[in-house]
């Protein structure tokens, strides 16, 4: 069955550092993968979509990598802040129209 | 990207009641589609409401115990049935942003149930 691996443990970083949260997926062959943002008592927010033949995509201090290969994505944030603070899932979805799955998603805590 | 008024935020309920979750969205989308999340796990897709048509459930939910209603293009509810401190958990709607978003979904805020 498809599953999707993220770590469970939070990651713990001092503000100004890069985090790095890892997506690792199985039995599953994604056109897309997703990453959001989630804070407590609200609903995800989406922050990125890289597409199976896009190695790398950017926003701003955000940045995702997709290895199809390896079955993995890499989500960074540089120059950390406190208010980066949250839960970051990711989700894969296929080609054409389909619904999307969800990893359960990893705590980040950045400290001042 | 559309924006979700999701209500009510929280309720908790008797055991054997039935709970009704509303989602109204600002603009005119073809599905929606309705999650639960519980304590430490993913989000997992409950249904996909189309309006016009019976929503399409997911393996290990049905329509008896979730009642999915879609009467036009910006409005769907969720109604959680029968209700057992199982059910206890986040519900959210959802909807595909397009291209306009590129493809990410916009969530609701989220209703908190817990049944006692």
């Known amino acids: 069955s498809q599953k999707i691996e993220q770590n469970s443990e939070a990651l713990n970083i001092q503000e100004g550092k890069t985090a790095t949260l890892t997506c690792n997926y199985t039995?599953?062959?994604?056109?897309?993968l997703q990453w959001y943002r989630q804070d407590p008592g609200r609903g995800p927010v989406f922050l990125l979509l890289?597409?199976?033949?896009?190695k790398e995509k950017r926003k701003e201090r955000l940045k995702v990598t997709f290895d199809t290969t390896l079955k993995q994505s890499l989500f960074h944030i540089t120059a950390s802040q406190p208010a980066d603070s949250a839960t970051y899932l990711c989700?894969?979805?296929?080609?054409?129209?389909?619904?999307?799955?969800f990893g359960k998603g990893t705590m980040l805590l950045v400290s001042p | 990207s559309a924006v979700i008024s999701q209500k009510p935020s929280r309720d908790i309920c008797q055991r054997g009641t039935s709970l009704t979750i509303q989602c109204q969205v600002d603009?005119?989308?073809?599905?929606m589609f309705w999650y639960r999340q519980q304590p430490g796990q993913s989000l997992t897709l409950i249904a996909t409401?189309?309006?016009?048509?019976?929503?399409?459930?997911e393996s290990g939910f049905v329509i008896d115990k979730f009642p999915i209603s879609r009467p036009n293009l910006t409005f769907s509810t969720l109604t959680v049935s029968n209700m057992s401190p199982e059910d206890s958990s986040i519900y959210l709607c959802?909807?595909?942003?397009?291209?306009?978003?590129?493809?990410?979904?916009?969530f609701g805020s989220g209703t908190r149930l817990t049944v006692v």
């Open positions: 409401a189309n309006q016009g048509s019976e929503a399409t459930y």
């Open positions: 890289i597409r199976e033949n896009e």
């Open positions: 959802s909807v595909d942003g397009g291209r306009a978003s590129n493809y990410g979904y916009t």
């Open positions: 603009s005119q989308v073809t599905m």
């Open positions: 039995n599953y062959s994604p056109a897309y």
């Open positions: 989700a894969l979805g296929s080609s054409g129209y389909s619904t999307l799955t």
